[in-house]
């Protein structure tokens, strides 16, 4: 990169999850600085946070409209580039929207928003502002997932037959929404975490790792949401089948009460000849199965990676990369972008959200129909 870019931070205050998790990743590679933020609509807690950060007092914002007049007025040299988005999900469109209008690129957390027509708000901001928007699917970034949809796309594997994911979490098996966990509580609430509980959350995730590795889009599903949680006013699990291009098929399951499992993303794909097996848990493995030799096991850092692989990793064969370094990926190609020095690869956007949400409509249109099948549409 020829000059570190600025960044700014709405959300992700003191106690916030992934905030944290944004802020190292996007200091990994020295693409990024934190430079100002709005992290929290406390105004104690925003001023803590700022402070904990070493941010200037006078560039912790009180909100985001605050943040954005400010650094409209500041100049080139000074003003921030890009605002990353780490508020729950209502917030998100208003927000990217009015950062987008004001001239910032974004990088917004998944979902990208409450619903299709929020999401399809956001798509046109981006259009018209000509800056770049960046949506945190994570999982995207890991090298291997790189790996893995570089062999399916180079036919490794012959004709997709079928796609098979799975999200499994159990941190939602009791009601702990109701008992002043904060993350549980805005996730279980329809006008804060949009159309769909787990469905939105971690449901979206796998849709797009699935869609991302095959490369196959799915065209119908067939859905099952449940609730388990007495009381709870979202889904917690999801069943999906999937009918994707050229005749593959799928199955999708996200759930959030499998108690005592902590983030089991999987995901499987089969072709004529063979197969893959990724997990979020083991990220540095990538499983390759034959039909006609044995099976074999592809390591980060180790030998057999393709170009584009490589350039997501950092360490030697043997030094574990993982979460943070994941969404550092994302932060290095959205840099890369935004300084016309395309070389890290793609990051999840725009079409991927639209994409996502499009999913999430689908499964609840399909889930409360007495249809079998739904087809995917909107996107
Ligand atoms: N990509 C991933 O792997 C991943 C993982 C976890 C969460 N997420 C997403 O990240 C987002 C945040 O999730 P979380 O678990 O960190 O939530 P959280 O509740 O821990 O944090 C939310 C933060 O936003 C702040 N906030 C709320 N309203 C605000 C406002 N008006 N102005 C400024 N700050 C405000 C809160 O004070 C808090 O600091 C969600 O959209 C979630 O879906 C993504």
């Known amino acids: 990169m020829t000059r570190t870019l600025r960044l700014a931070m709405v959300g992700g205050g003191e106690g916030a999850f992934i905030g944290a998790i944004h802020r190292a990743a996007a200091a990994l590679d020295g693409d990024w600085r934190l430079v100002a933020g709005a992290f929290s609509s406390d105004a104690e807690r925003n001023r803590r946070s700022g402070e904990g950060l070493g941010i200037a007092p006078d560039r912790t914002y009180a909100s985001l409209e605050a943040l954005l007049a400010a650094e409209a007025a500041l100049p080139d040299g000074e003003r921030v580039d890009a605002v990353s988005i780490v508020t729950p999900n209502h ?34 901001a981006a259009e018209r502002s000509g800056r770049h928007f960046a949506l945190a699917f994570t999982y995207s970034g890991y090298p291997l997932v790189e790996e893995a949809r570089a062999r399916v796309a180079g036919g490794d594997f012959g004709k997709i037959r079928l796609v098979q994911v799975e999200y499994s979490q159990g941190w939602l098996s009791q009601p702990i929404d109701r008992d002043g966990n904060k993350q549980a509580e805005w996730r279980t609430d329809p006008a804060r975490a949009g159309l769909g509980g787990c469905l939105g959350d971690i449901g979206t995730h796998a849709f797009h790792l699935a869609e991302h590795v095959s490369g196959l889009r799915v065209q119908e599903l067939c859905a099952d949401l449940a609730t388990h949680v007495p009381g709870r006013r979202l889904d917690d699990d999801v069943s999906v089948l999937l009918r994707l291009d050229h005749g593959a098929r799928g199955v999708l399951n996200a759930t959030q009460v499998a108690a005592g499992d902590e983030n089991g993303l999987k995901l499987r794909i089969h072709g004529e000849r063979g197969g893959l097996e990724w997990s979020q848990m083991e ?34 064969a043997g030094h574990p990369e993982g979460y943070i370094e994941a969404f550092a990926n994302l932060y290095r190609a959205f840099a890369q972008r935004i300084a016309g020095e395309d070389m890290a690869g793609t990051f999840p956007s725009v079409g991927d959200g639209l994409r996502t949400m499009a999913f999430v409509e689908s499964v609840i249109a399909d889930a409360a129909s007495d249809r079998k099948w739904t087809p995917l549409t909107g996107a």
Do not use: Y
Not at 113 to 120: D, F, P, Q, V
């Open 91 to 124: 917030l998100h469109a208003p927000m990217a929207i009015a950062a987008l209008d004001a001239g910032f690129h974004v990088f917004c957390e998944k979902p990208m928003a409450l619903n299709m027509e929020e999401a399809k708000a956001i798509a046109q």
């Open 283 to 316: 990220p540095n493995s990538l499983v390759l199965r034959w039909l006609d030799r044995p099976t074999e096991i592809v390591r980060a850092g180790g030998p057999g990676l393709g170009e584009s692989t490589l350039r997501r990793l950092r360490t030697p």
